[in-house]
């Protein structure tokens, strides 16, 4: 009998996988995208766009990046108290703060374009970098509305908001990319630099980032007026006793951004101390003329493919933490302990298949979507496929010590993790001749110890350890079975037949494989499937063939 769901209240395992399902498809539709786009640009232009692409994201995680998920903790908390007067208090102030953040940050990147990619030693993607300016304020309001929607403990308007933002952006970027790398190439022809068509197609690509966004701003900004009126009804149940004032909000939305901020940043900044050791130490050792185009494999293609998992932790990381608010207000830490585990049990799951059939698939996948060079970025893939759980661990671990609270132990565990990453990356790139692959192993490093001190971290404030066998052994010896049946089909298939069909039949096949093996192993029972999106239909047709 189908277990009875109670539609009143907002199930965070469900929020979390719309939002992971949402974050796969954007995912999924970056990676095709990014597809036609680096055939049109090539490697060379994929470099360059990364270079600028860094930029701008340590500046939007400086300015907003952080913003839904410090605004759906401070709404959260004042929805669970009943100040709904407070919650448009903050939805205003947030609505200010992003303004000048992002207002500031966008004029920084204009007028600073040129130092800012001298500094990467790639000064031609100042040209895209300037593209970039204008999505730095339209992305930051952008995080004021998905925060306000969050912190209702609704997934649904981020979710649909990303879709949008990325189909708009996938279109946009095609055909700007194809536009400007044939007006480079008239350019380059007159200037005598052929650099220059690529840096003008990279600085295509990037102007889908800025359509795309504005956008979804607009489908946030029309959903929020259309229910907007349903929050000011229930101003009569109100239990604001004082009205925060606006001053008082900014000072809030700060002092709760700004440990969010640095734990992020120093979480993310690695691509950009990455591309900067990595480009020094290739014009060190002479190798400066393939430097861009190797940055361009390493991160149009192998990048690329191992980021598509890693969105489902980042999704549920953002869905779980107004949940985790609430448990730690009202003092519920076994309520807290129980939703990490579930939230780590269903993003380990995804991740241990997504990682192994990676490893196995490097080559097929990566010959069947890019044209050029494929045998590096395959190596590359299979190098870093472990980092598919790694980071996932690390990722959501990091956001469920936000959503309890305890802001400055991400911090303190990024910078740690950080200085062993820099370190081994500078001490493989001077010592060795390991090249990009010291940037992989060091990567490894970096995630391998966040999942580490972030464990350590969760169990010191509320005693929280993770059940290890339906969460990591028996998904790993699931995954196993699975890259064993793919690799043996996958072998057989490659001796008569494309990269289509020895592609995409391993994966489906295997995919079925796993979830066999996940059901009748017992990862997963019946009552937890009616908690995850179509849970019903999943257990009906497992029941079917008899494997529940």
Not at 36 to 46: A, L
Not at 58 to 80: C, F, G, H
Not at 465 to 477: C, D, L, N, S, Y
Not at 500 to 508: A, D, F, N, R
């Amino acid at each position: 009998m189908a277990r009875p769901v109670n539609k009143k209240n907002s199930n965070f395992i469900i929020q979390g996988g719309l939002l992971g399902m949402a974050g796969l498809v954007t995912r999924i539709i970056g990676m095709i995208y990014r597809i036609p786009v680096t055939n049109i640009i090539g490697d060379k232009g994929n470099g360059y766009y990364a270079s600028a692409y860094y930029i701008y994201n340590i500046m939007l995680l400086i300015s907003s990046y952080s913003l839904p998920l410090a605004i759906s903790k401070v709404i959260s908390a004042r929805i669970s108290r009943r100040q709904y007067k407070n919650v448009a208090r903050v939805f205003r102030g947030g609505l200010l703060f992003a303004t000048l953040t992002g207002g500031i940050a966008g004029l920084v990147v204009l007028f600073g374009a040129n130092a800012l990619a001298g500094l990467l030693q790639e000064p031609l993607s100042a040209i895209a970098l300037r593209v970039f300016a204008p999505t730095l304020l339209i992305v930051a309001i952008m995080g004021v509305f998905r925060g306000y929607f969050q912190g209702m403990g609704n997934m649904v308007p981020t979710a649909v908001s990303q879709i949008i933002e990325q189909i708009i952006n996938a279109v946009v970027s095609i055909l700007a990319a194809k536009a400007l790398f044939d007006y480079g190439k008239k350019t380059a022809a007159l200037l005598h630099n052929e650099d220059l068509s690529y840096a003008y197609g990279a600085a295509g690509s990037t102007l889908g980032t800025s359509v795309g966004a504005f956008a979804a701003l607009v489908f946030l900004v029309g959903l929020y007026f259309l229910v907007a009126g349903r929050l000011r009804r229930r101003y009569s149940d109100d239990d604001t006793r004082y009205v925060e004032g606006y001053g008082s909000v900014m000072q809030l939305i700060f002092l709760t951004v700004m440990p969010v901020i640095l734990s992020t940043a120093i979480y993310n900044i690695n691509d950009i101390l990455d591309n900067f050791i990595f480009n020094h130490m290739m014009e060190f050792k002479g190798l400066g003329n393939e430097k861009t185009a190797i940055w361009g494999i390493y991160t149009g293609k192998s990048k690329l493919m191992l980021n598509v998992p890693i969105a489902l932790a980042n999704s549920m990381s953002a869905s779980a933490v107004p949940a985790l608010a609430s448990c730690i207000a009202s003092d519920n830490k076994k309520g807290a302990r129980k939703r990490i585990n579930a939230a780590m049990r269903f993003t380990m799951i995804i991740s241990f298949p997504c990682a192994v059939g990676l490893f196995v698939l490097a080559g097929p996948i990566v010959n069947l979507l890019f044209s050029g060079e494929t045998s590096l970025a395959a190596a590359l893939i299979r190098a870093g496929a472990v980092t598919v759980m790694t980071y996932s661990v690390s990722t959501l671990s990091n956001g469920m010590l936000q959503g309890i609270g305890r802001m400055n132990l991400p911090v303190k565990n990024a910078a740690i993790s950080l200085v062993l990453h820099i370190a081994s990356l500078a001490a493989m790139m001077y010592y060795t001749d390991l090249g990009i692959y010291a940037v992989v192993i060091s990567t490894l490093v970096f995630s391998l110890s966040m999942c580490l001190l972030n464990s350590l971290s969760l169990r010191n404030a509320i005693g929280y350890r993770q059940e290890k066998g339906r969460t990591f052994v028996i998904p790993a010896v699931s995954a196993g079975i699975m890259g064993v049946v793919i690799f043996i089909v996958w072998k057989i298939l490659s001796m008569f037949t494309g990269y289509m069909i020895q592609t995409l039949l391993p994966i489906v096949l295997g995919a079925a494989v796993y979830f066999i093996c996940i059901l009748k192993f017992g990862a997963i029972r019946e009552d937890e499937l009616y908690d995850i999106p179509m849970g019903g239909r999943i257990v009906r047709f497992a029941k079917s063939f008899g494997f529940l």
